[in-house]
């Protein structure tokens, strides 16, 4: 049986870099393609010179050329932070729609798997709790967030369009927060700008009172999600995420007791739209991927801050 290949696009991201990894693991050749917006080649330089893996500088908005045969398309470009999408709102737009289209396009021209890398940002600010797959979303289209949240809503009512009129194969994976080793220090997230804080003793920056929740996931277990989901034959989109609930106060004080810091805590404004609550229902995931996340925050958390001592000290 010859190798199977991947295009992975956003491949140089957070998310994508981790896959890049995972799929060469397998067994896979890895074309990774990524315009290096928010991504960057230091994410993959370790993979450089290793012959299954080929990187492209590509705006995937654009038409995409991949030379010679592809089994499976990992379709994680976008910006994903939402201090990212705030400062790049038409291409978030743009790459959800033109480049999830472009890359639809690729996998019906290859004959290729589509894996859709699409967010709990669908469920917007939910009015069920915990957010089930067959809950549509409170998403306001013309907010902040709306760049984002409306863009992925259009890129998988896409996959599932080409799913249906031309019978390609897809799969749409719904991520919830996600953190590890790659985030950028400055993306504006809670969990990397908490840690920057925290290890430089500066104040950590909650945002209104502390009280909306999120439930964080190690990257590990959004990785192993994501390539039981691109193996399965389920068509329909799928929660990947860790259910375990806290407040965003809570968690500054989390990061402030595991970094040992000094730091204290600062209120700052709420962002307008920003979700009150989310936690991911994941019986589905479980049901069908016999996936559930492996790493508790402790222990997660314990992974990522040797990630970003390092990072905080090269900075
Ligand atoms: N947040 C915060 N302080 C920060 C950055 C984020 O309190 O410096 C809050 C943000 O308002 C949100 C939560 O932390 O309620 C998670 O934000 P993040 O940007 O990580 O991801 P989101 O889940 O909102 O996309």
Redesign the pocket.
Known sequence: MSTKRVLITGGAGFLGSHLCDRYLDEGYKVICMDNLLTGSAENISHLMGNEDFEFIKHDVTNFIHVQGELDLILHFASPA??VDYLEMPIQTLKVGSLGTHKALGLAKEKDARFLLASTS?VYGDPLTHPQKENYWGNVNPIGHRGVYDEAKRFAEAMAMAYHRYHGIETRIVRIF?TYGARMRLHD????P??MRQALNDKPL????D?S?T?SFMYVDDLVEGVWRLSQSDYVEPVNIGNPEEIT?LEFAKEIIEITGSDSDIIFEE??KD??QI?QPDINKAKEILDWEPTYDRTEGLSLALEYFRKKVLDS
Not at 188 to 191: F, I, N, Q
Not at 205 to 208: A, D, K, L, M, S
């Open positions: 932070s939402p940002e927060n504006g997230r809670a969990l700008t908490f920056t909650v945002y209104g502390g909306q999120r965003i709420l962002p920003d979700p989310r």
